[in-house]
Nanobody, 124 residues
Framework: VQLQASGGGLVQAGGSLSLHCAAS????????VGWFRQAPGKEREFVAVIRYNRNTLYADAVKGRFTVTRDNAKNTAYLQMNDLKPEDTAVYHC???????????????????WGQGTQVTVSS
C-alpha cells in the first residue's frame, strides 16, 4: 500500500488542523493506520492509531485533543487535531501495517508502509 499524508500547515496555539492519509494499491480496510510525529532533534513518537476494526489508541499527550478516524470507501484515514499547542509542532507521518499485534501499535518499527510527512507548526 502507498500512503500520502497531507493537511499540515501553520496555525496559532488553540487552533485546529485536519490531516489526511490517502492510501492506494491494496485493501485499505485490512490495514491498521498509525500516526507518528517527529520534531527536530527528537525521535519519532507515537500519536494515534486506528485499527482495521476501528479501535483507536492515543498517546497521553494528545488524548482528548486529537481524534483519528478512517473512511475505507475513500481509502483515507484522518487525524483531527484540536486545541493545538506549540509542543505539537513536528512533521507528522502516517503509516500502515497489516496483522500487527496490539502490543506493537505504538512502535514505529512494526509498521511496514510509510507516507511522506506533512509539517505542522503551531505558533504561540
Amino acid at each position: 500500500v502507498q500512503l500520502q499524508a497531507s493537511g499540515g500547515g501553520l496555525v496559532q496555539a488553540g487552533g485546529s488542523l485536519s490531516l489526511h492519509c490517502a492510501a492506494s494499491g491494496s485493501t485499505f480496510s485490512a490495514y491498521t493506520v498509525g500516526w507518528f510525529r517527529q520534531a527536530p532533534g527528537k525521535e519519532r513518537e507515537f500519536v494515534a492509531v486506528i485499527r482495521y476494526n476501528r479501535n483507536t489508541l492515543y498517546a497521553d499527550a494528545v488524548k482528548g485533543r486529537f481524534t483519528v478516524t478512517r473512511d475505507n470507501a475513500k481509502n483515507t484515514a484522518y487525524l483531527q487535531m484540536n486545541d493545538l499547542k506549540p509542543e505539537d509542532t513536528a512533521v507528522y507521518h502516517c503509516a500502515a501495517c497489516r496483522g500487527c499485534i496490539l502490543s506493537s501499535l505504538q512502535n514505529p518499527r512494526h509498521y511496514e508502509y510509510w507516507g511522506q510527512g506533512t509539517q505542522v507548526t503551531v505558533s504561540s
